[in-house]
């Protein structure tokens, strides 16, 4: 099986396997493109809902009684203000969703009762989501402005304008239905701004050099400094807008840097893209409720979600989720966040979690003699196999012959996939120890692990070929 080179070389690739026994390891393809560098951009899947804090070490009952009690109060807290929630942002059905924890702390969105595929699960008013094309008045709405701006302008907004008898209105119970105002205040103060914190240990964004270096992976460094890059553009289109300027001074500017990256970070785990069904409009919103769903794949993703017209002569559109089988009462409702986002470091990156192993989707890196290359199921750069072929003590191979993928060569690249594996997991509870970010921490390691997985498997399957 041959394949042709790059445009810039002239080698080729024979890979040494049989085509008639389909197998995981006969997947194994070179691959000679060259690797673009990771681009950090904003995903428009993007919902995030953090497990709680493991407690850790040993406690007394007492100690896990109080914590019980906490975690149950939170959770009436939690379903009250999402109660309040429904009323004000006029969303629909109201009894369908409770929060809930799962047996690992992991906070989610659950049935009350059991449904049909194809039903009704939410139903919010597009008037009642912040719109990437609705920015507030004072931030510029054209091209030149980032969507994320407009957006996280739109957050700020919420925050800072609402006057302290409105504060004080939504503190309460919310009595007035339909009360977007209030609503949105309910949920930047109930539901986003206690999680900001924890928010901002696990995106990688924050993270600094250690515990980056600690995560061992390329790819994510790189989608962090476009990352890094793109959030300090997006704070100067800030801070050169008239309403920034007018209320500027020294205690204010600290807070409005603060509060812009929270409000940054919301944008980029909570929003997602829409199509608007009457002129085929591509929007970008964040929408309350919503947002507080947690993402799934493959059978774990029961629910769907796409912007309808109740009835043509209605100008309202919906934000509908649907079910996409049937569930029973209590099943918690997952979506997905999109499938750009299957891999473990551009999870990561866009959202803060690492999502459980799936060897279809993990990747990990290695170097040889200096050369990179990230795998990925069924695949072999080309630029290891050259690496590789050249440490062996080949000289450059003639246009003729190329280079063959052999015995040596395959052992040589398993070999290094393995010492790789085994240095992730090498003093790997140490390595974290001083670390105080604990999110940061449980995030990391599980990189870490999953990149160390699909190492191991990678390499037992590529040892097949030469059986």
């Not at 995981?24 to 497990?51: C, L, W």
């Not at 440490?391 to 290094?416: F, M, R, S, W, Y």
């Not at 191991?456 to 070929?465: E, G, P, R, T």
Request: aromatic share 8%.
């Amino acid at each position: 099986m041959a394949f042709a080179p790059p445009s810039s070389c002239t080698l080729f690739v024979v890979i040494l396997i049989s085509l008639c026994v389909i197998t995981y390891a006969d997947s194994f393809q070179p691959n000679i493109g060259t690797r673009e560098m990771a681009k950090r951009h904003v995903n428009h899947h993007n919902r995030f809902i953090f497990s709680s804090q493991k407690v850790t070490g040993s406690h007394t009952n007492e100690g896990e009684e109080l914590s019980r009690s906490k975690r149950e109060h939170g959770l009436d807290e939690a379903n009250e203000n999402l109660d309040q929630l429904y009323r004000c942002l006029g969303a629909e059905p109201r009894d369908i969703f409770q929060i809930k924890d799962n047996d690992d702390g992991v906070r989610g969105m659950y049935l009350n009762y059991s449904v049909e595929a194809g039903d009704v699960l939410l139903r919010i008013p597009l008037s009642s989501c912040l719109r990437d094309d609705q920015p507030p008045s004072w931030i510029a709405n054209n091209e030149n402005v980032a969507w994320t701006t407009r957006l996280a302008a739109s957050l700020l907004e919420i925050q800072h304008n609402m006057s302290d008898k409105e504060k004080l209105r939504c503190d309460g119970v919310a009595d007035d239905v339909g009360d977007v105002r209030q609503g949105h205040y309910l949920w930047w103060k109930q539901i986003l701004m206690p999680q900001a914190d924890l928010l901002k240990q696990a995106l990688p964004t924050h993270w600094d050099g250690p515990q980056l270096e600690y995560a061992n992976c390329r790819s994510l460094e790189l989608a962090v400094e476009a990352s890094r890059l793109s959030r300090a553009g997006a704070l100067s289109d800030l801070k050169s807008s008239p309403y920034f300027v007018e209320n500027n001074d020294e205690d204010a500017t600290h807070s409005w840097n603060d509060n812009y990256q929270t409000a940054i970070d919301f944008v980029q785990t909570r929003c997602c893209g829409v199509t608007l069904p009457s002129d085929g409009k591509r929007l970008i919103i964040v929408a309350p409720i919503f947002d507080l769903l947690n993402h799934a794949t493959g059978d774990g993703q029961n629910a769907e979600f796409l912007l309808e017209e109740l009835n043509k002569n209605d100008e309202q559109h919906w934000l509908v989720l649907r079910s996409k089988r049937n569930m029973e009462a209590n099943e918690e409702v997952n979506i997905s966040y999109g499938d750009q986002n299957l891999t473990p470091w551009k999870c990561l990156a866009s959202y803060g979690f690492v999502p459980p192993f799936d060897e279809a989707h993990a990747t990990a890196e290695i170097s040889i003699n200096g050369v990179w290359g990230e795998l990925t199921a069924g695949n072999l750069p080309y630029q290891l196999i050259e690496a590789s072929y050249k440490h062996l003590g080949n000289t450059q191979a003639n246009e003729k012959d190329g280079i063959q993928l052999t015995a040596p060569i395959v052992i040589h690249v398993t070999d290094t996939a393995r010492k790789t594996a085994l240095t992730l997991e090498e003093n790997e509870d140490d390595a974290i120890s001083s670390q105080p970010n604990q999110q940061h921490q449980f995030q990391a390691k599980r990189l870490r692990m999953s990149q160390r997985l699909f190492l191991n498997q990678w390499s037992a399957a590529l040892l097949k070929i030469l059986r």
